[in-house]
């Protein structure tokens, strides 16, 4: 799990699950429990976007790396 998650994400995903279970078991099954599911989908959205962005930025760095590595080759050539 800590593959596709840092630390921090981790302890953000426990607690949001923890603080939705304890607001479900004191306010009940209310209205308000859409409110609890609404914040709940927020906070996953949000880690799923931060996990898509540290993905997107690792496949930036090795894209950036191989041209570094092609315009080395190249200036040695030249």
Not at 7 to 25: E, N, S, Y
Not at 44 to 56: G, Q, V, W
Request: proline share 1%; no cysteine; net charge positive.
């Amino acid at each position: 799990m800590t593959k596709y998650f840092d630390p921090w994400t981790i302890i953000v995903i426990l607690i949001t699950f923890l603080l939705f279970t304890v607001a479900l078991f004191v306010k009940g099954f209310t209205h308000n429990l859409l409110l609890e599911a609404g914040i709940l989908l927020v906070s996953i959205k949000l880690i799923m976007m931060a996990y898509r962005n540290s993905l997107n930025y690792t496949d930036l760095k090795k894209e950036l790396n191989e041209i570094r590595r092609l315009l080395e080759d190249k200036s040695q050539t030249a």
